[in-house]
């Protein structure tokens, strides 16, 4: 039920928290002010007139006692102020608000830009209503977070003549995040267009306040960067005046810049000290901004890119926002990183598999590439079931169509039966005769020239008429805005899953988007063209994901070009990176984990010396640091020795024992592989009881003093003991006294501790 304006302020707070029965969304109607809590963080704003919503606060938990600070001040001069509906003025140049728009006087980064068909671009948004729920509505045709966790749901309504906007925020009891979203609805009789539409915005008040240090930053800016083969190496920035963005126009959340932005004050660290998160639940383009404002606050905002970007809304139509997920701890990235690791295994990832032990795979990419036959995989499928604990075969890239190289093919979702020698249900047969489970690869949102498929449907290739198209893999994109091509891609690809027995799917998209043009839309719609792409990849999941809820969907785009929770919500896991190299995925890992749980990291053993890096490294090494994600292999079994192969076997046994810790643990990153010669992962079970250290040293160096460890999240007083170096201690001696590894010889060598409590 919509609480109307005139109905809140007659009602009285005690009458409204009876009605409501719990407290975990709050609006005080003396002050206007909405309160979002749980036991230990506060998200709060108000309606501080009918036409500014006041940002107030979002950290530790406060009382109901806040009040808007001034900010309105217009002593000066030349400050441009705003009409107030009370027939007052206020500047509203430094109100931190829940959404920014330009025209008002306000001079910052805007979070929503409209306009209408006359041109006009200024809209005075006044406050109209609110709804509290237990229920959380889907965002329409994307993902998003579930409900649950005692999680509840506030959306505040503002109108300007016909156009309405709904600030959209859902509070979990067990999380300390607010997810926000944003939609907004034409109820006018002409079409306006969208320019900008953020999914959140906010800001946050500097730490110490003080007038002198206004030359040393106040908020570092942590995130993801990298490239394919190098993807969520972590990257610290100050922030000073000014804004930093950090975005992707390349159709995918992409390799370069994650859709994640920490802030922390100067002086947190992994395990101390205040941190927040910004989170896109968006597999798109994206934009995220953090502007150091004049008066020093940071004003965080965000979401789809805006480059380009320009919707068409009609009469009748509505758009909305995906949902960013804004987290807060107290206890420094990690602390952070535990927020979203148990938001996404709760609340996003499919819930059949995210706390469910995963298949270890057998991919035969790296060993093969396209050079295969149904021998050699045969050869392979009888190799690998000689060892105990690999459990699923996958036939990578180049087993339909004629796909023998990457120039041909895609979109022709039909099996090669003379390169495979038999059907892909005979194939499949084999494989689950042998006690193994079938995987496959596809590539469903691309189109090659040379295919069956283009030859038909020409027209489903994203091309912009008069140009030569762009190439990046030899392919195109399929127009996953025009519903045709969606429904026959769909359909191709779940006949071969239905008909062929298969219990894994490997799903890759091996190029970014580039023409900017969709040849279904009209012209006065192109600029909708980058936000309908990806609409029409969530259809398509929506459409082969849904159709086989058995089935584990692995995403994947060039290794880590599309890592984000908009995949979580279809894929458990995603391939982070083609890079298998041990000690280039330890920096890999380490930024994948700031915010993407152990659960969602697919992890594999390929040869050594690494075909990429050329390091040699031993299979010990290679086991442990692919045992902190989503195990498999990539190696050719044939050429394995009998001990290599045990080997193998064992580390799969070690991998199954510890498995509940890789997918409900909490994690520490002991020590970072950028900044010292350790790279160092300890998870803790739940209960504190089960403890599991790995430490990578990256080179041998003589003579020098080894790192020492210091275990987390112990429980004080409880007998640890390690089977490894047969010590018992009490949790604080652990913790406090820590303790010195050795490592054998040689560089890129590991180390795997237990602390156990019994
Ligand atoms: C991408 C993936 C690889 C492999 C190839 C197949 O590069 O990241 O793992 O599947 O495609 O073409």
Redesign the pocket.
């Known amino acids: 039920m919509f609480f109307p304006h005139f109905y809140f302020r007659k009602l009285c707070l005690s009458q409204f928290l009876m009605m409501r029965g719990n407290h975990m969304i709050f609006f005080d109607e003396n002050s206007k002010i909405f309160y979002l809590e749980n036991e230990s963080m506060t998200y709060a704003f108000g309606i501080r007139s009918d036409l500014v919503t006041q940002h107030l606060w979002f950290g530790k938990r406060t009382g109901h006692d806040l009040a808007y600070d001034s900010y309105f001040d217009c002593a000066a001069a030349h400050v441009v102020k705003f009409p107030l509906d009370d027939g007052t003025f206020a500047n509203l140049n430094h109100v931190p608000r829940e959404f920014h728009q330009l025209y008002t006087g306000d001079f910052g980064m805007p979070s929503l830009m409209l306009e209408r068909e006359n041109g006009v671009r200024r809209f005075d948004f006044s406050f109209r209503d609110y709804q509290i729920t237990k229920e959380k509505a889907p965002i329409p045709g994307m993902p998003s977070l579930r409900a649950g966790g005692g999680s509840e749901s506030l959306s505040v309504r503002y109108e300007c003549d016909g156009i309405f906007v709904t600030l959209l925020y859902t509070i979990y009891e067990d999380c300390n995040v607010v997810a926000r979203s944003m939609k907004i609805e034409n109820r006018s009789d002409t079409p306006i267009y969208l320019n900008r539409a953020a999914s959140f915005s906010f800001s946050l008040v500097p730490p110490q306040y003080n007038d002198m240090a206004c030359r040393t930053a106040d908020w570092t800016a942590v995130y993801l960067s990298g490239g394919s083969g190098s993807e969520t190496n972590v990257q610290k920035t100050p922030l000073s005046r000014g804004t930093f963005t950090i975005d992707s126009r390349r159709g995918a959340s992409s390799a370069s810049l994650n859709p994640f932005l920490g802030i922390t004050p100067r002086e947190t660290t992994e395990t101390t000290g205040t941190a927040y998160g910004i989170n896109l639940i968006w597999s798109g383009s994206f934009t995220l901004h953090a502007e150091v404002t004049a008066n020093r606050c940071l004003r965080l905002s965000g979401g789809i890119e805006e480059t380009g970007f320009r919707w068409k809304l009609n009469p009748g139509d509505m758009f909305c926002t995906p949902e960013a997920v804004l987290a807060f701890s107290t206890e420094g990235l990690s602390g952070l990183s535990w927020e979203y690791h148990t938001l996404y295994r709760e609340h996003l990832i499919p819930t059949s598999f995210a706390k469910k032990p995963r298949p270890v795979v057998l ?1 035969h ?1 790296e060993a093969t590439r396209f050079n295969y036959s149904g021998d050699i995989l045969r050869q392979m499928v009888d190799a690998t079931s000689e060892i105990p604990g690999i459990d699923t075969f996958v036939i ?3 087993w339909f169509g004629k796909r023998n190289d ?1 120039s041909s093919g895609l979109g022709d979702w039909v099996v090669n039966e003379e390169k495979l020698g038999t059907s892909l249900r005979e194939f499949s047969d084999y494989v689950h005769k042998k006690g193994m489970n079938l995987g496959i ?1 596809f ?1 469903p949102e691309m189109i090659s020239e040379d295919s069956d498929l283009c030859r038909a449907h020409p027209e489903w290739a994203i091309t912009t008429p008069n140009y030569t198209t762009l190439r990046g893999r030899g392919q195109m994109m399929l127009d996953l805005v025009n519903p045709e091509a969606v429904n026959y891609i769909s359909s191709a690809v779940n006949r071969i899953i239905r008909d062929s027995h298969i219990e894994y799917v ?1 799903w ?1 998209r ?1 190029r970014d988007s580039s023409e900017g043009y969709s040849p279904s839309l009209p012209p006065d719609q192109q600029g909708e063209e980058d936000v309908r792409q990806t609409l029409g990849f969530y259809s398509l999941c929506e459409k082969i994901i849904n159709e086989n809820p058995n089935v584990l969907f692995e995403g ?4 880590g070009g599309r890592v984000d929770a908009g995949m979580l919500y279809y894929f458990p896991q995603i ?1 982070i990176s ?1 890079q298998t190299d041990a000690h280039a995925r330890t920096f890999i890992q380490y930024g994948a984990s700031l915010c993407y749980p152990l659960s969602s990291h697919s992890c594999h053993v390929s040869r050594s010396p690494n075909r990429r890096a050329g390091h040699v490294i031993p299979l010990s090494s290679r086991g442990d640091i692919a045992a902190l994600g989503m195990l498999g292999y990539e190696l050719d079994i044939r050429d394995m020795s009998k001990d290599e192969c045990q080997q193998i076997s064992d580390q799969i046994s070690a991998y199954r024992r510890d498995e509940p810790l890789i997918l409900e643990g909490r994690l520490f990153r002991l020590s970072s592989p950028a900044e010292s010669n350790y790279f160092a992962f300890e998870l803790v079970s739940p209960d504190k009881t089960k403890v599991r250290i790995t430490v990578m040293r990256q080179l041998e160096l003589f003579n020098r003093t080894g790192m020492r460890i210091y275990p987390c999240g112990l429980l004080e007083n409880a007998k640890y003991t390690c089977p490894e170096l047969g010590i018992s201690r009490q949790g604080k001696t652990w913790m406090n006294y820590g303790f010195t590894p050795e490592f054998s010889q040689g560089d890129f060598v590991t180390d795997v501790f237990h602390l156990i409590n019994e």
Request: glycine content about 12%; overall charge negative.
């Open positions: 991919n990419w990578d890239d180049g990457i690869w590539e490997k890759d091996n994947c785009a060039s290794g391939w083609d």
